[in-house]
Antibody, heavy 126, light 106 residues
Framework: QITLKESGPTLVKPTQTLTLTCTFS??????????VGWIRQTPGKALEWLAL???????RYSPSLKSRLTITKDTSRNQVVLTMTNMDPVDTGTFYC??????????????????WGQGTLVTVSS | DIQMTQSPSSLSASVGDRVTITCRAS??????LNWYQQKPGKAPELLIY???NLQSGVPSRFSGSGSGTDFTLTISSLQPEDFATYYC????????FGGGTKVEIK
């Protein structure tokens, strides 16, 4: 059974850097095709993909937030860490991490986020 | 970026109704389209992957179709537990989500 859990501060001040940790079990980030992604959801709004890291250290970022994000992995501790710089009140929201795995569907590589962690609410306020 | 547009943004329906939600991509994404369900206070859950493949454990009343730019999620007979918000997501170039469709009780 795959599980993921996000942890980190619940409150950060504007301009500070947010560091979130995703601790997972039930899979290994050394397995070919496997990755962990981060997605956020601002209050009353839709989902926004932020970043993704694969087993081979391939890092992917949302183009609109790329300059502010860094994703890393620690395979020995089964953790993935996301840092987001220069936090602003508009960044307030729930941050989720999720498992992904590249899977062949009709002969083409596909992936999706499943399962997700429970999410952690981060408020940006002075 | 590929823009994902869902319609309607919300709908009211009764138990037993057939419900259809549409997702349109700003450019062709082949069948690289996933659907998720999110209930209040909970994380999203995968329903459909690669446009039309039902995730294990998901009831067969859910189905997905489409390719290219136009996709559909259909619930054949709405059940009380299906009142939730539904999101599409492309995984062709990135992992952009649609704006969501909230399905409410009529």
């Amino acid at each position: 059974q795959i599980t993921l859990k996000e942890s980190g501060p619940t409150l950060v001040k504007p301009t500070q850097t947010l560091t979130l940790t995703c601790t997972f079990s039930g899979f290994s980030l050394t397995t070919s095709g496997v990755g962990v992604g981060w997605i956020r959801q601002t209050p009353g709004k839709a989902l926004e993909w932020l970043a993704l890291i694969y087993w081979d250290d391939d890092e992917r970022y949302s183009p609109s937030l790329k300059s502010r994000l860094t994703i890393t992995k620690d395979t020995s501790r089964n953790q993935v860490v996301l840092t987001m710089t220069n936090m602003d009140p508009v960044d307030t929201g729930t941050f989720y991490c999720a498992h992904t795995s590249i899977t062949m569907v009709r002969g083409a590589p596909n992936n999706w986020f499943d399962p997700w962690g429970q999410g952690t609410l981060v408020t940006v306020s002075s | 970026d590929i823009q994902m547009t869902q319609s309607p943004s919300s709908l009211s329906a009764s138990v037993g109704d057939r419900v259809t939600i549409t997702c349109r991509a700003s450019q062709s994404i082949s069948k690289y389209l996933n659907w998720y369900q999110q209930k209040p206070g909970k994380a999203p859950e995968l329903l459909i992957y690669a446009a039309s493949n039902l995730q294990s454990g998901v009831p067969s009343r859910f189905s997905g179709s489409g390719s290219g730019t136009d996709f559909t999620l259909t619930i054949s007979s709405l059940q009380p537990e299906d009142f939730a918000t539904y999101y599409c997501q492309q995984c062709y170039t990135s992992y952009d989500f649609g704006g969501g469709t909230k399905v409410e009780i009529k």
